[in-house]
């Protein structure tokens, strides 16, 4: 097919499929985020769900429809990751005793927009010409629409994927015979050092997608914050080690870590905003110049893959966007002057953080984007400038919560947003039609988060072990240690971003860096995991069948890492709706030495996978 035809694509049927599925998987992680602090990439799910309605049950739709379904859905999990991550802080507080229907909606439905609409200018410099961004998981969710497009047997190695990931999740989350991940420690001194991997498939995969340079710098932000900054830490502040000292020390330190984290995430943002300053001049360049253009969206024989939603109408939607904010926070905070305030403020910090975003899923993957540290970053800016005007007390801290809301929303979509654009490039997909189905995914699952909110908090109570939402209670903290009356170790952010200047200073991309010193230490290191999968992949293939044959081993890795991907995010997704209906795991053996072989095991099929079919290519 030529990039002037245009095939079947964002249709009816793609739309009710992918409206229904997004309900769903947003229900799912909305309360996964609550109970874990986590969410799931829906993208690689959904696209698998699409072809198994579509392709399997109906016998209709092309790649291209399970292409839009696959961004209607995971458009609704990104959305809901912004807002459970702020918006329970209200309860939490005790400035809410309930979730305001429309308030959370309209919030949900205008940062979503704004995140999709922000995103449209940066296609190109940061997907289009920066070949070093790998998008893992829109390369993933690429394969595989275009191995379920071909038929089940090119898609050998995914379907063994999906199956390895889903026993394997299933055998660490809910027939518990493995562990989830393994920690270990050592005290030296008056400090102590912990260390460990998380036992997952996903994370695996991840790795192996963005390549060992990446991983290995994301683990260089793990060691720097777990290993050097949190032992001295321990020394400096006298902290008394317990007994259980892993144990302690990851529950009641990880907030400490993930403060020196959010100083140098902020550090490197403002480093990969001037970084980058070009690529976004170029993309301002290319969106203002069609900004009066006028004329049909398509002309005739243009490139169907290079037309974008005409950047008038971007520009319309923002200002539109920007009127409803100022309207819904004047409203909310009965103030005009906070309401002027906060649409300025989410203006600048929501395009600073959707170029951030973008770029970091770029680097790690949308289930590896701190959204929750861009937002804390944006919470502590917000309630600075807040309190600059003596907005303090519940006024200003109401506003402090909807703003960090409102940005870490458009920031997850505009993350998710780049993953699917990247998936629909590989594909030969139109972009504006991906674009217009991101805008719409964010109203559809808008008006079903706040139900799911209001149940889950009526029967668990919000803040409660049952019901944890760690991010929001990590909100509540810094926004009443600025605004009201709480303390905020301001410290250990400046010690963060101290760290974010020599990490600099040396000539190391800074993002990665960052992001490793954020996540807890298992995720880095499985990521790391992953990448050093990738180095061996290649020199085992090099050293039995020959340089020639690397990119193909690297390619059956890829597939099958996206099968992993796959496998662990729809298991994962099941037992959250499992667990809602009132079904425990069961725990078995729980061993850790048996987590270390099956995950020894794990990488060795792997690797045996990953070079079977080379000998028939050869």
């Known amino acids: 097919m030529s990039n002037q035809e245009y095939p079947r694509e964002f249709t009816f049927l793609a739309f009710i499929v992918g409206s229904l599925l997004s309900v769903l998987l947003t229900a799912s992680n909305t309360y996964l985020g609550l109970k874990a602090g986590m969410t799931i990439s829906a993208s690689i799910p959904a696209a698998v769900a699409s072809m198994l309605v579509l392709k399997g049950i109906l016998k209709r739709g092309t790649i291209f429809e399970n292409n839009i379904v696959q961004t209607l859905v995971s458009t609704g999990e990104s959305l809901a990751a912004g807002v459970i991550f702020t918006i329970p802080a209200l309860i939490i507080m005790g400035i809410w005793d309930h979730f305001d229907y429309w308030s959370i909606t309209l919030i949900s439905i205008l940062g979503g927009i704004m995140g999709a609409l922000l995103m449209v200018p940066l296609r190109k410099t940061l997907i289009i010409d920066r070949a070093d961004l790998a998008y893992p998981e829109g390369i993933a969710t690429a394969e595989v629409l275009i191995v379920g497009d071909r038929g089940v047997k090119t898609g050998v190695l995914l379907i063994w994927g999906i199956v390895i990931g889903m026993g394997y999740k299933l055998l660490t989350s809910f027939f518990v015979i493995f562990k989830g991940s393994v920690m270990g420690g050592i005290k030296i001194w008056k400090t102590a050092f912990i260390f460990g991997f998380e036992a997952s498939a ?47 020390i990851t529950s009641e330190l990880t907030l400490k870590v993930r403060f020196v984290g ?19 001049k170029d993309a301002l360049a290319f969106a203002t110049q069609g900004l009066f253009k006028k004329g049909r969206l398509i002309d005739k024989d243009e490139d169907r893959t290079k037309i974008n939603l005409p950047f008038s109408t971007l520009y319309g939607g923002v200002v539109v966007v920007l009127i409803g904010m100022f309207f819904m926070f004047s409203y909310q905070t009965n103030s005009i002057g906070i309401g002027l305030i906060s649409a300025i403020l989410i203006l600048i910090a929501a395009f600073f953080f959707v170029a951030v975003s973008s770029y970091i899923v770029g680097l790690v993957g949308s289930s590896s984007n701190p959204v929750s540290g861009m937002i804390l970053t944006s919470l502590i800016f917000t309630s600075l400038v807040l309190l600059a005007f003596k907005q303090t007390g519940t006024k200003g ?10 940005i870490g929303i458009a920031a997850a979509v505009a993350g998710d947003m780049s993953q699917d654009l990247k998936s629909g490039q590989i594909i030969g997909a139109t972009p504006y039609k991906q674009q217009l189905a991101q805008i719409i995914g964010c109203i559809i699952p808008a008006f079903v988060v706040v139900p799911i909110l209001n149940l889950l908090h009526n029967a668990y109570t919000l803040g409660s072990d049952a ?29 963060g971003a101290l760290v974010g200047v020599i990490i600099i200073m040396l000539k190391l991309p800074a993002m990665p860096v960052a992001v490793g010193i954020y996540l807890p230490f298992t995720t880095s290191a499985c990521i790391f995991i992953g990448g050093l999968l990738n180095a061996l992949v290649k020199f085992l293939i090099t050293k039995r069948y020959g340089k020639d044959m690397v990119k193909d081993g690297i390619n059956n890795g890829i597939l099958l890492s996206s099968g992993l991907i796959a496998g662990e995010a729809l298991i994962g997704i099941l037992l959250a709706g499992v667990i809602v209906s009132g079904i425990n795991p069961l725990q078995i053996f729980n061993s850790t030495l048996l987590t270390i072989i099956s995950f020894i095991a794990l990488m060795l099929i792997f690797v045996y996978l990953s070079g079977k079919t080379l000998k028939e290519k050869k």
């Open 202 to 248: 996903a994370l695996t995969g991840i790795g192996f997608i963005i390549g060992p340079r990446i991983s290995t710098l994301v683990f260089v932000g793990a060691v720097t914050g777990w290993t050097i900054v949190l032992p001295l830490y321990i020394i400096f502040t006298g902290y008394v080690i317990p007994d259980n000292f892993i144990a302690a």
């Open 262 to 280: 959010m100083g140098t995430m902020l550090v490197a943002g403002i480093w990969t905003i001037y970084s980058i300053r070009d690529s976004i």
């Open 397 to 406: 801290m109401l506003a402090a919560i909807l703003i960090g809301g409102t």
């Open 467 to 495: 019901l944890a939402a760690p991010q929001a209670g990590l909100m509540k903290m810094v926004v009443e240690g600025i605004l009201g009356n709480g303390t905020l170790d301001l410290k250990l952010i400046g010690v």
